[in-house]
Structure formats: structure tokens, C-alpha cells
């Protein structure tokens, strides 16, 4: 998973700084032949997409951070799981390419990117979708509640929803 990630790094445009990840997928693939294929496309909402040549495949949905991280749900239940580090988020950020100044801050906000890595090590490799609902900082305490084939991320908010495809 890592290098399909930082596949997708590969294609960072500063027009996108500041942004925050709404939606992650991932498809582990079946096979396949040829390079890396890439892309990207909109202004506003971005998506970004890329296949491995082994048929891996992420594609991900990228908003702008003004008014995405209001409001979060309080949330109840779980049990603990990590706890991110600032020097860790800003040395997951640099393996993997990603440029996004958010990662990189003195209280940084972990990366979509990273806590899918997380989870897929937490939860098996397997086709997955990860919908983001609040940022996590580092520093802040991750529980995580699972309900059948969902697994809720939370800090004091419903952060993000990991759901096994």
C-alpha cells in the first residue's frame, strides 16, 4: 500500500495545500500488467485516483479544509488503539511525499493516508473505504468501536468510519 500512496503523492499540485481527505478506497487488485497510472481532476472537490501494475488500486476525494471539520458528532464507546505522535506524522508525511502543509505544523493533523496504513495492518488486507468526519491532531488518543463490518475511529468526535468492501 505504500508505494501506490506514494504514487498518489507523486501527483501534488500546491493548489491543493490545505486540503483534507473526505474519502478514501482502496481495492488490494487481482493482477494486472504496465506502469503506475495516475490522475487527478476537478478544482473545488478533487479526486485522485491511481492502479499499480499489480491491479492495486486507490482513489481518494480531496476538500478544501475550510468548513469540512465543523460540527463533529460526539462520540461514546471504544477502545483505545493509537496515539500519534507529531514527529511521527510529519515522518510518515515525508516517506510517503506528501507535501501538504497540515502534516507538518507543530500540532499536525494525521494523514488520511497514514491512518489507512494503520488500519490495514489493524484489520487485515482486505478491500476497504475509510470516509473521514473530523481531523485527527496528533497527540490526540484514537479509540476505535466496531460494529460488523465497520470500525469507527473517534477522538472525543466521530473522526473517521473504516468499512471492510
Given at each position: 500500500m505504500h508505494a501506490i500512496i506514494q504514487s498518489l503523492c507523486s501527483l501534488w499540485q500546491s493548489s491543493w495545500q490545505g486540503m483534507v481527505m473526505g474519502e478514501l478506497k482502496y481495492r488490494k487488485g487481482s493482477g494486472g500488467s504496465g506502469p503506475y497510472?495516475?490522475?487527478?481532476?476537478?478544482?473545488?472537490?478533487?479526486?485522485?485516483s491511481a492502479v499499480s501494475p499489480s491491479g492495486e488500486r486507490m482513489d481518494l476525494m480531496l476538500f478544501p479544509a475550510a468548513g469540512f471539520a465543523?460540527?463533529?458528532?460526539?462520540?461514546?464507546?471504544?477502545?483505545?488503539?493509537?496515539?500519534?505522535?507529531?514527529?511521527?506524522?510529519?515522518?510518515?508525511?515525508?516517506?510517503?511525499?506528501?507535501h501538504n502543509e497540515i502534516h507538518q505544523t507543530e500540532s499536525p493533523i494525521v494523514s488520511g493516508f497514514q491512518i489507512a496504513e494503520a488500519m490495514e495492518?489493524?484489520?487485515?488486507?482486505?478491500?476497504f473505504r475509510i470516509?473521514?468526519?473530523?481531523?485527527?491532531?496528533?497527540?490526540?488518543?484514537?479509540?476505535?468501536?466496531?460494529e460488523g463490518k465497520t470500525v469507527s475511529g473517534m477522538t472525543d468526535v466521530l473522526c473517521f468510519v473504516w468499512e471492510a468492501l
Open positions: 497510472r495516475v490522475s487527478a481532476s476537478g478544482r473545488r472537490i478533487v479526486r485522485v465543523v460540527g463533529g458528532r460526539k462520540a461514546e464507546g471504544g477502545v483505545y488503539w493509537h496515539t500519534f505522535s507529531a514527529d511521527e506524522v510529519r515522518q510518515y508525511s515525508a516517506s510517503v511525499g506528501d495492518g489493524l484489520e487485515g488486507k482486505q478491500d470516509r473521514f468526519h473530523y481531523p485527527v491532531r496528533s497527540g490526540e488518543a484514537v479509540s476505535l468501536r466496531s
